[in-house]
């Protein structure tokens, strides 16, 4: 009998000559099928019977795990809650149907519901424009830095540097390099924060912006903000806000006040639609009014009683950064999801997502390592310290946590944490889930010291062990091939 521990064969692999899931036929004309892109030789399909089809695409979805499965701690790009309900929104006929050529008269509602979001979104981080084209987090890094460039460029000179803490997202130096930048690491201090001194004899006037990620990815809240946005703006210099972590500070401050120029927000994060594993996502990047004239184009505009259009006219503008409008379908469920909560509910969401992350480094506090011992927000960082003694790594630690049908944290990020296992529960998850988890937990710390072997040959339970993680990164095998092609 098959279970889901067994390994799923490939669907070639159960072809049968001769098998066939139809048994009809399609009353297709010969000529359909003629011309100079007719195919000659065998189509090479696998012969199935339709059950073991259904049967067989059931048993590889089984073997999944995604976010309406469990407990899913995966920090950086959190899988929270998505209510279903956004996905009833943004499939409504009127939404789905609206198609980008369409003339502006005919796609008046899309429009406001753009120019809405992007009202709620500066009011949110209190900023005072918005731009919804960005397709992702990191492509938002990169429209922002883009803007931050023409910026320092209409000032004659685009400047050389751009300055990036140690506790940044992985994605902030790549962002600046594609922007043409040279990046400067800035280290931390012993808090965890960005070392004001060593930003003080860092910036000058080849210093182009620093990329500051807030809460920065140990949960910490860069106190200092204030500090840090005086000294680059007294060379002149931007401060560039990764928002990605938004989700700890909304409805609680807002960056516009603490001297924040440009940022991206993570609407797959903050406001719950579905992103992850290269699905659809979407980097919205507000700004402060010193970088309008910059934003890409087209500009939504427009009131309900003189209508909306696209503003195609700005001359000093970076361009188009996505075709069309941006992913147009997933902002209307972070639209849908703010207009739910409310205020109030978006700022209880971020009480609650901070709580759950506190309670959970109260919990396995003394069990697991804590690196930096500064309050954190919305994640907490421990590492494999304790558990190096027994032999166990935090990677051994992942793939137990499997065992027990949770799917594991980010492990071995941030880079300045050796070891490094960031949980984020988000605010979705409930106490029971949470202390589930918790108990799993402390079980894995205790069988850490007691049978080590256990954690080193896990997961035990699944159709696949361990990877090969270099040679399947480097090296993927997506395609099936005949033995002898």
Not at 20 to 47: H, M, S
Not at 65 to 87: A, I, Q, R, W
Not at 276 to 294: A, E, M, N, Q, R
Request: with cysteine.
């Amino acid at each position: 009998m098959k279970t889901l521990r067994d390994k799923e064969k490939l669907i070639f692999e159960l072809s049968v000559e001769g098998k066939t899931g139809i048994d009809i036929d399609f009353p297709v004309k010969e000529k359909a099928f003629e011309g100079e892109y007719k195919r000659e030789g065998e189509i090479g399909l696998p012969q199935v019977s339709e059950v073991e089809v259904v049967r067989h695409f059931t048993r590889l979805s089984k073997m999944n795990y995604g976010v309406d499965d469990g407990f899913y701690p995966l920090g950086s790009c959190t899988m929270k809650h998505n209510p279903k309900m956004n996905e009833k929104v943004a499939t409504m006929e009127g939404f789905l149907y609206s198609h980008p050529m369409f003339s502006y008269n005919l796609v008046q509602g899309s429009l406001k519901a753009m120019k809405v979001l992007q009202d709620y979104l500066c009011e949110i981080t209190g900023m005072d424009f918005c731009t919804l084209q960005p397709a992702a987090g990191a492509h938002g890094e990169l429209t922002g830095m883009m803007m931050v460039r023409r910026y320092h460029e209409k000032k004659g000179n685009p400047r050389k540097y751009v300055l990036i803490p140690d506790s940044a997202h992985g994605t902030n130096p790549a962002t600046s390099t594609f922007a043409g930048y040279q990046v400067i690491e800035i280290k931390s201090d012993e808090t965890g924060c960005v070392d004001l001194e060593a930003l003080k004899e860092t910036v000058n006037e080849d210093v182009a912006a620093l990329m500051l990620t807030n809460p920065n990815t140990l949960g910490v809240f860069e106190k200092n903000i204030k500090q840090i946005a005086n000294i680059l703006h007294e060379k002149d210099a931007l401060l560039y806000m990764d928002g990605a972590n938004m989700n700890a500070l909304m409805g609680i401050v807002k960056p516009g006040e603490m001297g924040v120029d440009v940022m991206h927000l993570n609407l797959h994060k903050t406001f719950s639609t579905p992103h992850g594993g290269g699905g659809p996502g979407s980097g919205p990047v507000c700004f402060k009014s010193h970088l309008k004239d910059y934003q890409p184009v087209p500009v939504i505009e427009g009131d309900d009683d003189n209508g909306y259009t696209m503003n195609w006219n700005l001359p000093d503008s970076i361009g188009k950064v996505h075709g069309f409008y941006g992913n147009f379908l997933v902002t209307l469920k972070a639209l849908a999801y703010i207009m739910a909560m409310g205020g109030e509910g978006l700022k209880q969401t971020t009480i609650d997502a901070v709580l759950n992350a506190n309670y959970v480094r109260e919990k396995l506090k003394g069990y697991y390592n804590l690196p930096f011992k500064s309050e954190t927000l919305h994640e907490v960082v421990f590492n494999d310290k304790i558990q190096e003694e027994y032999g166990v790594s935090t990677l051994d630690i992942a793939k137990r946590l499997i065992d027990y049908g949770i799917h594991p944290p980010t492990i071995y990020f941030p880079l300045i944490v050796h070891g490094a296992i960031m949980i984020e529960p988000t605010e979705s998850e409930s106490k029971e889930e949470i202390d589930y988890f918790v108990e799993v937990m402390k079980k894995v710390a205790e069988e850490a010291k007691e049978n080590p072997e256990i954690l080193h040959e896990a997961p035990h339970y699944t159709p696949v062990r361990r990877l090969d993680e270099t040679l399947a990164a480097r090296k993927p095998v997506l395609k099936w091939e005949r033995e002898n092609d």
